[in-house]
């Protein structure tokens, strides 16, 4: 039934919507249609519209209700909640000589099914798809496919489909459809798999409502109140496709399909309609479906957030993904008036791209966030291949966490997560929740563990179950200080339980007693704590990396007298600091000395100080960027400068970065002395810090006035690199 209908209004939720259709005709919502799912034991909405001032009758079963249509034809009715029921009955509505009844209508569990591309993934194109097919006639399992109607591929839109495509009509859907081979086969595979074993377990109708769309970020499923009411989401809403802090992947995606629209100048400051943008497949779909209540949400989602690029590059910063996955969750619950609305969702599995921390945050989440469970897949991934096919493992898991936490069934809903552990000389025991009958899924010895002493260089670990629990050891670690397992891209290990579920991967430190359960968090306060532990456990490795001043430009005897150097000796023996510094160096990407490559990214000392695994990491970069600012600087150095950064902020150290800001000052006779370039450079720095929440240091004010020390207006001699030195001791001992 096609929808004259803008958004839908809120009878339960007190958020109304006006509609004004073209004809006065009766009308139901566009989420109403035959074959329907109705939520068991839930009041029920139900709305449309008719002729203004016309009686509405709504019957369904035994109940009926009686309404009159607003002045502008609006009309609504609840009827009282029901219980389950796989007798196909009609929702009948009439207007005075008009009615509309719509037939075969259930009472059961809705479940929104929503995310990218691994969600959308059909059946069709599933391992063992075409046997599922075959076998998935079931009258009393329900689909509602959503298809978005600009897939995010490869293709220049015209702007014309543009100009047409609204929030109405950008989801092509055919209805609700009795479950069939001819309806499943292009339905979700993993919401297909998770409706099958509901059903096979709980014996009444399940409706399954897909809005997923490939490639799309987090952002754009969020709602618009969440996002506006959010400091630090909020930015994200202006003008998201040419935002720095908007995913980069999506950005470029955007700009491609949006290349004709863009390029008119009647539109370019207008907003482009695209699936990327933020709130967009919210107001495009759950929207559209609200107020009508569900039993909870499936999501698969994470591959474009994950990383800077959506690909292989550096991961983002997880405090921030998690807040935002916070956001998306707040957004159901507070749409549904539901605080305990059933969410779950799909930990990334094995890839080769850089998604350790972003797992590490769903575990985190799933441990931070009520009536939340995460589908661990690690080990139903691909090396190469960001869709891997099996996705019947991925639903049935996802409908075992329901299964237990909304429904409350007796079963083991999730594989190993780690609890705690305790260090017995040079073994580690661990203790697992949900452990119970651990063993290696291939039947081997278990891989994937690793343990590390306090100089954080890993080695494999040999474990063995021994009980309940697990005991890790390494020839190679005497003393272990740390551990992890699974922490690749793509990582080989095995252990299961009992009932074959694989184990989160996850990562700790160690220390002489128990260890509490959970991961480590990567947030300052922690790194801060993290740091001021190993002060008292092992030597601090300081990382100074930058350019001519760190290098020591013009200070003679520099191995002594440049800042690195000096720092040392303010520091003492509990640090080892090094100079990583290359005269010249910035952060551009594209900017060149000669035919070769400027950026510190590019140069080797940059892979030196990763090598290094250092604790703390001092950067001094940017004033050389000043000679490319006007071609690529205000659009590339903010992400080329997170780039660099979220490289050391990945490492095993977890190292606590101090980025200078502002940076030392030029004085008078130096060539770019009061040239506004410098301020636009600092300004960026600041943008940079704050999206990566590093700290800064000023080494600007404590030279003012103080030109001598800067013999060429420029590099600072000896007594001036002393003064940078005591700036970064000072800071360094304040934690």
């Not at 019957?59 to 219980?83: C, H, I």
């Not at 495009?284 to 474009?304: D, N």
């Not at 890790?472 to 339980?497: E, F, G, H």
Request: hydrophobic share 40%; aromatic share 8%.
């Amino acid at each position: 039934m096609k929808s004259l209908f803008g958004r839908p209004f809120f009878c339960l939720l007190g958020l109304l919507c006006t509609v004004h259709p073209a004809l006065a005709e009766l009308q139901l919502a566009d989420v109403f249609s035959d074959h329907m799912v109705l939520q068991r034991g839930k009041v029920i909405p139900v709305w449309g519209q008719a002729d203004a001032g016309q009686k509405v009758v709504v019957q369904f079963g035994d109940r009926e209700k009686e309404t009159v249509a607003d002045a502008g034809g609006d009309w609504n009715v609840t009827l009282g909640a029901m219980p389950a029921s796989a007798d196909g009955r009609e929702l009948q509505v009439s207007s005075g000589q008009e009615s509309v009844v719509l037939k075969d209508v259930l009472l059961g569990d809705v479940w929104i099914a929503t995310g990218q591309s691994n969600m959308q993934w059909m059946l069709k194109q599933s391992k063992g798809g075409k046997e599922a097919i075959a076998a998935s006639e079931d009258a009393g399992l329900r689909l509602l496919n959503h298809r978005g109607t600009l897939h995010p591929g490869g293709k220049k839109f015209a702007v014309d489909f543009l100009k047409n495509m609204t929030m109405e009509n950008y989801y092509a859907s055919s209805g609700w459809q009795p479950c069939a081979p001819a309806s499943s086969a292009s339905f979700s595979g993993v919401a297909y798999f998770f409706g099958q074993k509901l059903r096979r377990e709980l014996n009444v109708p399940i409706g399954l409502v897909n809005y997923a769309v490939g490639g799309t970020p987090i952002e754009a499923h969020l709602s618009p109140e969440v996002m506006a009411s959010d400091s630090v989401l909020k930015p994200l809403l202006n003008e998201w496709w040419k935002n720095k802090d908007y995913p980069q992947w999506c950005r470029e995606r955007a700009a491609l399909n949006l290349t004709h629209w863009l390029a008119d100048p009647k539109l370019k400051a207008k907003a482009p309609p695209h699936p990327f943008a933020p709130h967009y497949l919210w107001d495009a779909g759950i929207a559209r479906y609200l107020p009508l209540p569900v039993k909870g949400v499936i999501w698969y989602q994470g591959e474009s957030n994950a990383t800077v690029d959506g690909a292989g590059g550096a991961p983002v910063d997880a405090a921030l993904n998690k807040r935002k996955f916070k956001s998306l969750v707040k957004s159901w619950r507070q749409a549904w008036n539901a605080p305990e609305l059933p969410v779950y969702y799909v930990q990334l599995p094995g890839l080769n791209r850089q998604w350790p921390e972003f797992r590490e945050m769903q575990l985190q989440a799933s441990r931070e966030i009520k009536h939340v469970g995460m589908a661990v897949t690690i080990d139903v991934g691909h090396p190469t291949n960001v869709h891997p096919g099996d996705k019947k493992p991925v639903g049935e898991r996802l409908a075992r966490l329901a299964l237990a936490g909304a429904y409350g069934k007796d079963l083991v809903a999730n594989g190993p997560l780690y609890r705690r552990s305790v260090v017995k000389g040079s073994k580690v025991i661990l203790d697992f929740e949900h452990g119970q009958g651990m063993k290696p899924s291939d039947g081997g010895r278990i891989r994937g563990f690793e343990l590390a002493g306090k100089d954080r260089i890993f080695h494999p670990a040999q474990a063995n179950v021994q009980g309940a629990y697990l005991t890790l050891t390494s020839a190679a670690v005497r003393k272990p200080a740390s551990l992890r397992y699974a922490w690749a891209n793509n990582p080989d290990c095995n252990l299961v339980n009992a009932e074959g579920l694989p184990a989160s991967p996850f990562r700790t430190q160690l220390g002489g007693g128990d260890q509490s359960s959970g991961t480590m968090n990567t947030n300052g306060s922690k790194r801060a704590a993290d740091t001021a532990a190993k002060q008292k456990a092992a030597v601090i490795r300081v990382a100074c990396i930058g350019d001519s001043i760190t290098f020591g430009a013009g200070i003679a005897n520099r191995e002594e007298n440049s800042y690195p150097a000096q720092l040392q000796q303010l520091l003492g023996d509990q640090y080892e600091v090094r100079n990583f510094g290359n005269s010249g160096r910035g952060i551009l990407k594209k900017s060149k000395r000669g035919k070769g490559k400027r950026a510190y990214l590019f140069m080797p000392e940059h892979a030196q100080a990763l090598k290094f695994r250092p604790d703390i990491v001092i950067c001094n970069l940017g004033i050389n960027d000043i000679m490319d600012w006007g071609r690529y600087g205000k659009a590339e150095f903010v992400p080329n400068y997170r780039e660099l950064i979220q490289a050391y902020k990945q490492l095993d150290s977890h190292p606590r970065v101090i980025i200078w800001h502002k940076l030392a000052p030029l004085f008078k006779g130096q060539r770019y002395f009061g040239d506004a370039r410098v301020d636009a450079i600092n300004a960026a720095i600041a943008q940079v810090a704050k999206a990566e929440h590093v700290e800064t240091i000023d080494m600007s004010t404590p030279f003012e006035g103080k030109g001598a020390l800067f013999p060429d207006h420029i590099h600072p001699n000896a007594d001036g690199a002393k003064v940078i030195a005591e700036q970064t001791a000072a800071r360094l001992k304040q934690e």
